[in-house]
């Protein structure tokens, strides 16, 4: 049967996740300016070298503690629901074929699209309607997604979950990885807008669902 290139499902949760990383984002940031340093209070990180210092203030929103934390917990649900919508539709439809990646069948695309773009060499002929390295870069920001989830609810609930606390090296390590996380999160999103701008009927095909085929 026919599919659209990006199907309602995946349009709608896609637009849903856009503004909603952005304001956790924010809200996270508020949240870490609060205690801007990273490891036990008396024996922080020296490997760290921004103890202290703290994100300019237009990179934040939720204005002070409190709200950033009613914030960013509200929206966390949001995204959790939805990145479940997103995987449930993914899986059930078929459509991971298209999406996930494969080591086997993208692994050497992957290679040789990234040498293309670098012009070491020609690009290769797109696989379908992914290349493998766009396919690498979407499977990594779900594994990137769900450890800031988890970490983020190790960090949340410290004591109650403390198996899951203990499975990041407990909560001062689970709050790097949730720092962490999100810094590699924003790198991808920074390469993805970056890869959209160059390649503008990808945006088209996010609004309307693209061609058939």
């Known amino acids: 049967m026919a599919r659209s290139e990006q199907p309602g499902s995946i349009r709608l949760t896609h637009w849903i996740m856009v503004p909603s990383l952005v304001l956790m984002a924010a809200s996270g940031l508020q949240i870490y300016t609060a205690y801007p340093f990273l490891g036990p209070r008396g024996a922080l990180y020296r490997w760290f070298p921004f103890q202290g210092a703290t994100p300019p203030e237009w990179l934040r929103f939720g204005?002070?503690?409190?709200?950033?934390?009613?914030?960013?917990f509200a929206l966390a649900w949001l995204l959790i629901g939805n990145a479940l919508l997103y995987l449930a539709y993914v899986v059930l439809s078929g459509e991971w074929r298209?999406?996930?990646?494969?080591?086997?069948?993208?692994a050497r695309n992957a290679v040789l699209t990234a040498l293309g773009y670098l012009r070491i060499r020609p690009m290769p002929q797109q696989p379908g309607l992914y290349n493998g390295l766009q396919r690498a870069a979407y499977t990594s920001a779900i594994f990137l997604g769900a450890v800031e989830i988890l970490s983020g609810l190790a960090i949340w609930k410290p004591v109650q979950w403390w198996w899951l606390t203990a499975c990041f090296g407990g909560y001062d390590?689970?709050?790097?990885?949730?720092?962490?996380?999100?810094?590699?999160l924003s790198v991808f999103a920074i390469g993805h807008v970056t890869m959209v701008a160059a390649h503008p009927r990808t945006f088209l095909a996010m609004v309307t669902g693209g061609k058939r085929g």
């Open 63 to 72: 204005n002070w503690l409190a709200g950033a934390r009613h914030v960013h």
């Open 98 to 106: 298209r999406r996930i990646f494969m080591p086997a069948r993208d």
């Open 173 to 184: 390590a689970a709050r790097v990885v949730h720092l962490f996380g999100l810094v590699a």
